[in-house]
């Protein structure tokens, strides 16, 4: 059946015919903001009686939804890319396309528009509701569709948590006037902005911020082409004052300060809560070095929306960035933290088969796509929390990341503990509540008198010891800090690892051990003569954060321990620590021992000459781990030596891309653009822009100009095909002239 399948188009084929469109249609309901990528289904046949049709499907986006003539025009495309093997003497019929179903869905209107065709034959659109209800499509519905697909593409283009297979991914605009009908739909649509919904971060969606604003600031973003977006906000804000913070940001990238302030300044006097405009004028003051000021707009912004993570976020990274780092774990630990909802998709079904063709020359400098060595990697490295933590919980985890990289995590515990609560510290005081209630109802037992304002306990022995010795006399054993001391497991001779579990609720438990971490491929004799040899040991150089109190509605351990006889802690300016935050120091811990470990252990080999090796799949996981933690040569070191195994993984050239083009390194930078361009055709991301490489190859036509990038590019020798991609990046920066396009 491989003759039935497209040559150069990924499919799924079903079991059933017309069963995708029956799970869409069923699926409806549940999509929340854009809705997932556009779906195409097709039905072969090969026009003999007793031949079964076949139905087949791909995810697409970039297509022109702007009418029923150009998604019909997209099915009628794919009748040139069937497999068409047969011949005058062959005895077997060719497959065809008799007919296909385009589905697009409206955002705005919470409708599916589906173009059914018929060839040869005609054409019929029309929409569908939640319900499953048939409507017709008017031309305002096809405008909503239209810009709807647009958003689509330039949000899902390059968002890495975001895969399907057989997903196609076009330029959603390949020319000047395209963009110049993008941004009048977009203008005529701007009020019903928030219908779309907005990211994860933000609560409410507003006119401000929402999918349709986000989607415009990234294309003009993206390139630095920001004037298109400011004369667009121009004229919006005019009607709604609000916009001006967007209008604002528009003219600070386009160099333009003194114009964007007098925009924010008469902003301010006819919309003064909004924490949008506050926000612009925050980073702008930054920018410039003024944070005591941005400071006290931060706050304002708090006061204006105390209910959105965003607020909370900008303050508390402006507190860290003074170095008030209690002011900062307080902040933090009061961010309202959202549900995370992640993109919409489709439902899997099963597929009878799935055709992935991929017969294009740049394919030739990928590794094979099959699963090695290199693909395995130790599962403690795998469990590692942080990876999957999303929305509102990841940017928390960043800004406590940062937070650590300029502290230390041991002054980090002691911050922590200043201002919060902690378990101990609460048991304590709930015991010396407890005894003194017990003391009080005894009345013939111990008593308790005053003298001189000290405390006494008479003993029923006929002892009496003064309160204030018995305090001392803890004191002396555990010191001020007792609080913040972390409980150190000990360090078994076969691991020397501590644990972190989690109960059925989630949340973690600190009672517990960190499970066994073997980040070399060593024996442990092997790890127990480097010890010795280099006086490191592992489990020893990372304090363990012991638990925060929690409010008592939170369930406790209630194993006894010993009750102490005086309560020696004062709550007045103390916290409760929000059961997330105390789970996130968990999280920062695991990540923290993991790569305190990696470090010793890389030092070691260094000093030993000996060469240091990991699997493909590790290096990746441990360069995705430098970087949370701010670590950054260390990760470009970890990404490098990801590089030597014939591993199928994109991620690690791209991180790579970036960095290269941070710092400007054109050379490496065009050379590991090539070899994510290779990867992203093979998964059939044909587009140009807005791509991870697009914003790597602007970012250096700033500095160097694309004349240089382009010589560098003929200077390699490369392949037609794969200079005819990489050149078609800076034939977008010339079509739309990017800065640095003519020199």
């Given amino acids: 059946m491989a003759e039935s399948a497209f040559k150069d188009i990924p499919e799924i084929f079903e079991v059933e015919l017309g069963e995708s469109l029956t799970a869409r249609t069923e699926s409806l309901s549940t999509f929340r903001e854009l809705g997932p990528p556009d779906l195409c289904h097709v039905v072969k046949s090969t026009g003999r009686s007793g031949q079964r ?34 011949a005058w003497f062959s005895k077997n019929a060719s ?21 059914d065709v018929k060839i040869p034959g005609g054409v019929n659109a029309y929409a569908i509701d939640l319900r499953g209800e048939r409507h017709e499509a008017t031309l305002e519905i096809w405008k909503e569709t239209y810009v709807s ?59 401000v911020s929402n999918h349709l604003t986000a989607g415009i600031m990234k294309y003009f973003g993206d390139s630095g082409r920001y004037q298109p977006a400011a004369n667009l906000f121009e ?37 003064p809560q909004s924490y ?48 008030q780092f209690e002011a900062a774990l307080l902040t933090l630990n009061s961010c309202p933290m959202f549900t995370f909802n992640g993109r919409d998709a489709h439902r899997n079904l099963t597929a009878s088969r799935v055709s992935l063709p991929f017969q294009r020359p740049i394919g030739d400098i990928l590794p094979d796509r099959q699963k090695t060595d290199d693909d395995e990697a130790d599962p403690a490295l ?4 942080a990876p999957g933590l999303r929305g509102t919980w990841a940017r928390a985890y960043s800004l406590l990341t940062r937070l650590v990289s300029q502290i230390g995590w041991d002054e980090l515990l002691k911050t922590r503990s200043h201002v919060f609560v902690m378990e101990e510290e609460y048991r304590m005081q709930k015991a010396q509540g407890d005894v003194n209630q017990v003391i009080a109802a005894a009345n013939g ?28 006399t803890l004191a002396s054993i555990n010191d001020d800090k007792a609080s913040t001391r972390g409980m150190m497991s000990p360090h078994s001779p076969a691991s020397g690892r501590m644990s972190l579990a989690a109960d059925a609720n989630g949340s973690l438990d600190v009672g517990g051990t960190i499970p066994t971490i073997r980040i070399s491929t060593e024996s442990d004799r092997d790890r127990e003569e ?79 000459h000996v060469a240091y090796r990991k699997t493909g799949l590790e290096w990746e996981i441990l360069g995705d781990l430098g970087l949370r933690l701010h670590h950054k040569e260390e990760a470009k070191e970890a990404y490098q030596r990801c590089l030597d195994s014939p591993r199928y993984s994109q991620k690690p050239w791209s991180k790579l891309m970036q960095m290269y083009a941070d710092e400007g390194d054109i050379q490496r930078s065009v050379q590991t653009a090539i070899r994510v361009a290779a990867y992203q055709y093979a998964d059939y991301t044909e587009m140009t822009f807005p791509t991870q490489i697009a914003r790597s190859m602007f970012k250096l036509g700033q500095i160097w100009g694309h004349a240089k990038i382009s010589f560098t590019l003929l200077s390699m020798g490369l392949p037609e095909p794969i200079l005819k991609i990489m050149d078609s990046y800076l034939q977008y920066g010339k079509t739309f002239k990017v800065e640095g396009y003519d020199f």
Avoid at 174 to 195: C, H, M, N, Y
Avoid at 303 to 323: H, M, Q, R
């Fill in 95 to 115: 497959w065809k396309v008799r007919n296909g179903c385009y589905c697009c869905f409206n955002a705005f209107s919470r409708l599916d528009i589906r173009v």
């Fill in 53 to 86: 049709d076949l139905g087949s499907y791909h995810y697409v986006s970039g297509v022109d939804a702007s009418s029923s003539a150009s998604l019909a025009a997209y099915i009628n495309s794919l009748t040139y890319s069937i497999e068409d093997t047969s």
């Fill in 276 to 323: 949008t405009l506050l926000h612009v004028q925050c980073d702008f003051l930054r920018s410039k070095g003024k944070l005591d000021w941005a400071l006290k707009l931060a706050r304002q912004a708090v006061n204006c929306a105390p209910s959105e993570f965003v607020t909370w976020e900008k303050l508390t990274d402006l507190y860290i960035e003074l170095g």
């Fill in 382 to 385: 795998q469990r590692l929390p």
């Fill in 149 to 207: 697909a647009l958003l689509r593409a330039i949000l899902y283009s390059d968002d890495p948590t975001y895969w399907l297979e057989a997903y196609r991914k076009l330029d959603p605009i390949t020319s000047p006037e395209g963009e110049i009908r993008f941004l009048q739909a977009a203008e005529d649509l701007f009020v019903k902005g928030w219908q779309v919904g907005s990211d994860p971060e933000i609560q409410v969606a507003t006119v």
């Fill in 445 to 472: 037992s111990d008593v308790t008198i005053k003298e001189n304002g000290l405390g006494v306990v008479i003993h029923e022995d006929g002892t009496a010891v003064s309160l204030q010795s018995e305090s001392n």
């Fill in 530 to 608: 480097d010890v010795a040899a280099n006086g490191v040991r592992d489990a020893d150089t990372l304090e363990k954060p012991v638990q925060a109190a929690a409010g008592d509605n939170e369930q406790r351990d209630t194993d006894p321990s010993p009750l102490p006889t005086q309560e020696p802690f004062s709550f007045s300016n103390k916290r409760l620590c929000e059961r997330w935050l105390d789970n996130l120091f968990m999280v920062l811990y695991e990540d923290l021992r993991v790569w305190t470990i990696f470090r010793a252990e890389v030092a070691h080999f260094k000093t030993q």
């Fill in 235 to 271: 004229k919006l804000s005019a009607r709604e004052p609000e916009i001006s913070s967007l209008l604002a940001r528009s003219y600070i990238g386009m160099n333009e300060e003194v114009k964007a302030v007098q925009i924010m300044a008469a902003a301010m006097k006819q919309t």
